[in-house]
């Protein structure tokens, strides 16, 4: 059989981009941008306690028929990536981090809804903040972004330094989907998350990074752990209190 | 020589029979589109659940949990009871749907918006709820999306778009893996434009299942003794367009609003047998007002919260007109101080389509404060902006005086004095909030604005 020029480079082609495949597959590589507000540089400003509000973090398994919807693993998802988080910033950062919002103080509040409301809204101003921040993920250097001083209406805990907010996105491969990827080309599975750190006193986004990693993102645990230590890794650590 | 010879014809027949099953949907999808009289009959019967079908309901079922969990259901036990009570009216008598559950909610959404899910959840987004006009509106929304649950939409959908994605799939492998030569070219020349036609049939058929809810929904609406003109109505108002969001892209999965009350007055031709008096229309409408005003006042925070200022201030004056307490006036100053320096209706230019993606753009590069900064340099941002806080302290002031004053009027005062550098003013409005207020839940912002202001 001869192979005309045009069978050739398509050979060559596939080659590289299977190439290309296995190494996301095997060594993970974690590529995160990490952007800090001068006032955390120049240590004008640090974070010793913080408050991790609900990651929002969503997956979706692909097969040949089409995305498929993953609510569950989405959830166990998300409550990894948030203890994850805590365990990175407290082990590496000494960054303490508090449960979640305190509970409604005032007796008129009691049993309502309006504290979930509240963080709710909150989650919401971030979600309309996320893609002004990812236009210009640089410009957090200059401290351009701020969620105002209605961060305080949270009603944190008054040593409360900063307010974590984590969004993340998906995609885990069927079999037959990997094995399509890996002959055809396609996205191969894979985490993508966008955190950002906003001062819990006036709303300034004091950190963002966006790690993402290769690999099943409901099984690749060590990954996940990996791509968050390198995501954190210019955020200066608290020093202990006196 | 064969071997290559025989390779291509293989790939190129299958190909071919590619092709000719994506075009089927397209085919199907324009016969169902033909005749306005001919509506389904309610209910899909005869449906069998697959496996495939059982994980859509799984996650629908899943996803109902998230809503509620995020703090996107509004627990308003009287509104929600409203919608149940109007939903409950909409079903055929003694109809046991096999795997559904009525469930009927407010969503805390500003942006006008309903959905099913197929489990039998009905959302109704509180812009929506603000927008319309009166029960028989609400019927008609909450009609299409029982349709939409009635007739298996979502699963039917599904199980179509999944052989798609299959189709588009297999034709990519084909495409990568084509041989050369003219068949070759051939193959990727068609493999190349196959999957957009895939994609046009997805929307496509979309775009009939809305037109079936539709058209249904007006049926169920006779049967429930509802106006059925309304259902026009309601697309009349949501064409309406405050923040020139409604973009025209090239694929659209619902029809367009003008098409649909085009198709939807065409066949309310041939089957209204009643039209509603415009008394009894104002006397639904004061009745739906009084029953919905505290969920369109939640509404208006959001709107508020979304930057939706100008929908905030067409919507507080419509709650203004229906009743002037001190808390609707109050929602109305609100309004006009949060829209600041931006014209309170957009232009014919900024309503076209362009200039609808230039400001998509403009909002997706600037910040509200950057945005804000710039039209106050503009001598029409400055005349705004004096217009608007003049407005708005008019009715802060208005609210103050009514009958019981909501104390929260001494904060938007504080903040429109902020903002115009009477520091004075602005501390002592908001220390009266403090102390009319004190287990309000921004007390500690509103405290530590005071201590700036008392500081300068």
Known sequence: MKLTNSVVSRLRASILLLATLLLIGFTSPSIQAQFLHPKIKSKETSIRTVVVLPAKVSVVRDSMKGPEGMAAESDELSARVEKIIAEVLSKQKNVTTLSSPTPPTSPSDQGSSQPNYNVADFQTKFDDLLPKIMKKRSDVKKGRFTMGDEVLNLNLEKTTDAIVFIRGEGKKLTGGKTAFTMLVGGVPAYLRLQIGIVDARNGDVLLYTDPIFGGDPTTAVDRLRKALEKGFKKLPAAQPTP | ?456
Not at chain 2, 82 to 108: Q, T
């Open chain 2, 1 to 456: 020589m064969f071997y290559k010879k025989s390779t291509s014809l293989v790939v190129g027949a299958l190909c071919f029979c590619l092709v000719l099953t994506s075009f089927c949907p397209l085919t199907m999808a324009q016969k169902k589109t033909a005749p306005v009289e001919a509506t389904p009959p309610p209910i899909r019967e005869e449906f069998n659940f697959g496996k495939v079908d059982l994980e859509v309901l799984e996650q629908s079922d899943l996803l109902d949990t998230k809503f509620e969990r995020d703090g996107l259901v509004l627990h308003d036990e009287s509104a929600n009871a409203y919608l149940r009570r109007i939903g409950l009216s909409l079903v055929p008598k003694e109809l046991d749907l096999e795997r559904v559950r009525w469930n009927f909610r407010v969503l805390r959404d500003p942006q006008p918006n309903a959905f099913a899910l197929p489990n039998g959840s009905i959302y109704v987004s509180t812009g929506l709820i603000f927008l319309i006009d009166n029960e028989s509106q609400l019927a008609a929304i909450i009609a299409h999306e029982m349709t939409h649950v009635m007739r298996r939409h979502t699963y039917v959908q599904n199980r179509s778009n999944r052989k798609k994605f299959l189709t588009m799939n297999i034709m990519s492998a084909i495409g990568t893996y084509a041989p050369g030569g003219i068949v070759g070219a051939v193959i990727t020349i068609v493999t190349t434009v196959a999957p957009f036609i895939l994609i046009a049939t997805v929307y496509g058929y979309s775009r009939d299942l809305e037109r079936e809810a539709d058209l249904k929904g007006v049926d169920m609406m006779i049967s429930a003794e509802y106006s059925p003109e309304e259902m026009v109505n309601v697309m009349k108002l949501l064409n309406k367009d405050f923040e020139g969001e409604n973009i025209r892209l090239f694929y659209n999965d619902h029809p367009a609003l003008d098409e649909r009350i085009k198709y939807l007055s065409s066949y309310l031709g041939t089957r209204a047998d009643k039209v509603t008096h415009q008394m009894e229309l104002n006397r639904e409408r004061a009745a739906y007002f009084g029953q919905m005003e505290s969920v369109m006042r939640h509404d208006l925070q959001l709107a508020i919260n979304a930057t939706r200022f100008r929908s905030a201030v067409y919507l507080a004056q419509r709650l203004v007109d229906f009743h002037p307490d001190s808390e609707n006036l109050f929602w109305l100053a609100e309004a006009y101080r949060t829209l600041g320096p931006r014209s309170q209706q957009l232009t014919e230019k900024e309503l076209t389509n362009s200039g609808k993606k230039d400001a998509a753009k403009k909002r997706l590069k600037r910040t509200l404060e950057e945005e804000e900064r710039e039209l106050l340099e503009t001598p029409a941002g400055k005349d705004n902006w004096q217009q608007h806080q003049q407005k708005a302290e008019e009715f802060y002031l208005r609210a103050s005086n009514a009958e019981n004053p909501v104390p929260a009027v001494h904060r938007g005062l504080g903040m429109l004095y902020e903002k115009l550098g009477r520091a004075n003013d602005a501390a002592s409005e908001y220390e009266k909030y403090v102390e009319l207020a004190p287990t309000a839940i921004d007390r500690e912002r509103i405290k530590k604005r005071i201590e700036a202001l008392r500081r300068t």
